[in-house]
Every structure is written in structure tokens, then in C-alpha cells.
T-cell receptor, first 111, second 113 residues
Framework: GESVGLHLPTLSVQEGDNSIINCAYS??????FIWYKQESGKGPQFIID?????DKRQGQRVTVLLNKTVKHLSLQIAATQPGDSAVYFC??????????FGTGTRLTIIP | SQTIHQWPATLVQPVGSPLSLECTVE??????LYWYRQAAGRGLQLLFY??????ISSEVPQNLSASRPQDRQFILSSKKLLLSDSGFYLC????????????FGDGTRLSIL
């Protein structure tokens, strides 16, 4: 079946350092990928997305890298701040209407 | 701009009682709508999605049902809640075309006693 998995359930990073969160997907037909941030007690918040015709996309302090050969996705957060503490999910499309979500990586920022 | 509302934010219900959670979207028309459940420390499990009024697709067999009586309204229901129905329920919407991100409400924390 379809699956999306994150490599590490938890990640601790020193404030000011860069964070890298990794994700793997199984469906070769997936052509759209999204990263979400979820803070405690809230719904997931859209961060950045990327289509399969790209291998890199940048936003404000975030970069998503896509390696279709090995079906790997990563989210890089530059100069990590305390407000970046949250659970991060990757998602891949499954057909035209649905997404499959990973299990999440909890990012903790060390002051 | 578009917004999505879910209510209530928290709910405590006894086993065997009925359930109705409501989700509405503003600022867009003909959205795709989704209900997810999130267990503690876990990812999101898709329960239902809808591409139009009265059109509901169920992803997993369960004790819940969904309805879409209006274009921007999505309701999650149960006639008799089970202990296993406890969880964090999230509604999401997306535009009805192309590759678009889903946007989530702030969820309902449901506890069954």
C-alpha cells in the first residue's frame, strides 16, 4: 500500500543552527509533496510544497529538496528559532484528491 | 481569504451517545473537504472526503459517517460512540483542481468516557 515515513520521530537542534527533517515515500506515482507544521493542540499548518518537476524549492527560512530517484524528501529550516518547535509532517498525493501523511518528527529547539 | 472553522474545540461524551462535529469553509466555492482522525503522537488517518454536495467517500470501515448538506459544510456524525472513537478530529479543505495543499482547521479533541 501507500506509505510515507519520517526517518526520525524526534530531533533536537541548538537554537540558531539549521534543522533537516527527512521523509521517504513509497508511491512512484506521487507527484506532489507538502510539508506541514503542527503545534500542540492545533491543526497542521501548511509550510511549503513541491511538485515532481522540481528538485528544490525555497521559502522564507525553509527549503524543500526532492529526490525522486530514491523517493526521498527533506525540509531544511535555517537559523532555527524557539518558535520552530513543533511536529513536522510530510505528505504525498495519492491520486487526485488524497494525501498520505507521515507519522511526524517532533523538533525541539535547545536554547 | 479563505478560512475554515471547526467546532466544538473540545468535547467529552459518554459511550453510546451520538456525535455531530461541524466544519465550514469561507471564502471559496466547491472545495474538496476532508475529515481526518489523529491518534496521540501519530499521523493523520483519512476518514472521509467529499468532492461535492452529497458526495462522500469513506476510507476506512468505522462507527462514523459524514455528510455534506451544503457546498461549504461538512459534518461528521455517529449514532453511538465507542471508546475507540476518542481522538483529535481534523477537517481540511482544498481547491477542487490541480495539485493544491490541504488547509486544516484547529480540530476537535473528542474524549469518550
Amino acid at each position: 500500500g501507500e506509505s510515507v515515513g519520517l526517518h526520525l520521530p524526534t530531533l533536537s537542534v541548538q537554537e540558531g543552527d539549521n534543522s533537516i527533517i527527512n521523509c521517504a515515500y513509497s508511491n512512484s506515482a506521487s507527484d506532489y509533496f507538502i510539508w506541514y507544521k503542527q503545534e500542540s493542540g492545533k491543526g497542521p499548518q501548511f509550510i511549503i510544497d513541491i511538485r515532481s518537476n522540481m528538485d528544490k524549492r525555497q521559502g522564507q527560512r525553509v527549503t524543500v529538496l526532492l529526490n525522486k530517484t530514491v523517493k526521498h524528501l527533506s525540509l531544511q529550516i535555517a537559523a532555527t528559532q524557539p518558535g520552530d518547535s513543533a511536529v513536522y509532517f510530510c505528505a504525498a498525493n495519492f491520486g487526485n484528491e488524497k494525501l498520505t501523511f507521515g507519522t511526524g518528527t517532533r523538533l525541539t529547539i535547545i536554547p | 481569504s479563505q478560512t475554515i472553522h471547526q467546532w466544538p474545540a473540545t468535547l467529552v461524551q459518554p459511550v453510546g451517545s451520538p456525535l455531530s462535529l461541524e466544519c465550514t469553509v469561507e471564502g471559496t466555492s466547491n472545495p474538496n473537504l476532508y475529515w481526518y482522525r489523529q491518534a496521540a503522537g501519530r499521523g493523520l488517518q483519512l476518514l472521509f472526503y467529499s468532492v461535492g454536495i452529497g458526495q462522500i467517500s469513506s476510507e476506512v470501515p468505522q462507527n462514523l459517517s459524514a455528510s455534506r448538506p451544503q457546498d461549504r459544510q461538512f459534518i461528521l456524525s455517529s449514532k453511538k460512540l465507542l471508546l475507540s472513537d476518542s481522538g483529535f478530529y481534523l477537517c481540511a479543505w482544498t481547491r477542487d483542481r490541480g495539485r493544491q495543499p490541504q488547509h486544516f482547521g484547529d480540530g476537535t479533541r473528542l474524549s469518550i468516557l
